[in-house]
């Protein structure tokens, strides 16, 4: 048993080291998909651990503690007030920090999410229906999202006409897009990629085909990319 967990404990000390080795990748900054992807691997690392650890108990009780015959009675120890309150006590103690550290992991992430860099690029985005349009900073408009590689990117978005939601699930974040306010995501795009934007708010007849190809490219492509794009 004993050998059993230092295992866990060193396969859960692994997984997490190498995880968060895996977030400080790319320009430096919080990847708040990444930071995201990594709690969810405690989350699921720590509830396997703790079940295969409970059905383990579970088994070897019900092994130890099985009746000889069925007039068999069972007898029990009589506890101290002392060992009553420690055996309801200390396990409530180490699962409520468990519960702590996820907790306080999952405030990391969401500061992540809403701390912008001061080096962000910005682009407005606008929600209609039903399609997203997207204005750069130099004024050029896209129907696609095009982000330069390893460059923050902050979205401000509003609508012009109903509610809609900017969901990006390869950056694993969506957000509320609504008239007269405005709203924001943070991104920081350290992988060349291929994705898309779907609106993940019902917003009308053609909500489902509401969606945005959206490309992480090198810098210089970019450029190039945004030129073209300008004087279209």
Same mark, same amino acid.
């Given at each position: 048993m004993r050998k059993l967990l230092s295992a866990m404990s060193g396969l859960v000390g692994t997984v997490l080291l190498s995880s968060q080795a895996f977030a400080a990748e790319g320009n430096g900054l919080a +990847? #708040?998909?990444? /930071?995201?992807?990594?709690?969810?691997?405690?989350?699921?690392m720590d509830i396997t651990v703790i079940g295969v650890i409970m059905a383990i108990l *579970?088994?070897?009780?019900?092994?130890?503690?099985?009746? /000889? /015959?069925?007039?068999?009675?069972?007898?029990?120890?009589?506890l101290t007030t002392v060992q009553s309150i420690a055996w309801a006590l200390i396990p409530? /103690?180490?699962?409520? %920090?468990?519960?702590?550290?996820? *907790?306080?992991?999952?405030?990391? +992430?969401?500061?992540?999410y809403r701390r912008? #860099?001061?080096n962000a690029m910005e682009i407005k985005v606008t929600?209609?229906?039903?399609?997203?349009?997207?204005?750069?900073?130099?004024g050029t408009t896209t129907s696609e999202l095009v982000l330069p590689h390893n460059q923050p990117v902050v979205l401000r978005m509003t609508s012009e006409d109903v509610i809609h939601s900017?969901?990006?699930?390869? @950056?694993? +974040?969506?957000?509320?897009?609504?008239?007269?306010?405005?709203?924001?995501?943070?991104?920081?795009?350290?992988?060349?990629?291929?994705?898309? +934007?779907?609106? %993940?708010? @019902?917003?009308?007849?053609d909500h489902s085909v509401m969606t945005n190809a959206v490309r992480v490219v090198p810098q210089a492509e970019f450029d190039a990319w945004l030129a073209e794009a300008a004087n279209g």
């Open positions: +990847v #708040p998909n990444q /930071s995201w992807e990594r709690l969810w691997h405690e989350v699921i *579970a088994v070897i009780m019900l092994i130890k503690y099985k009746a /000889s /015959s069925p007039d068999q009675l069972g007898t029990a120890k009589k409530a /103690s180490v699962f409520m %920090a468990d519960d702590f550290f996820l *907790a306080a992991n999952g405030w990391t +992430v969401w500061n992540d912008v #860099p001061e929600g209609y229906q039903w399609y997203f349009e997207f204005t750069y900073e130099d900017f969901g990006l699930p390869g @950056f694993r +974040v969506k957000e509320d897009v609504m008239p007269g306010r405005i709203t924001y995501i943070y991104l920081n795009p350290v992988e060349i990629r291929e994705t898309f +934007v779907q609106c %993940a708010e @019902f917003c009308g007849n």
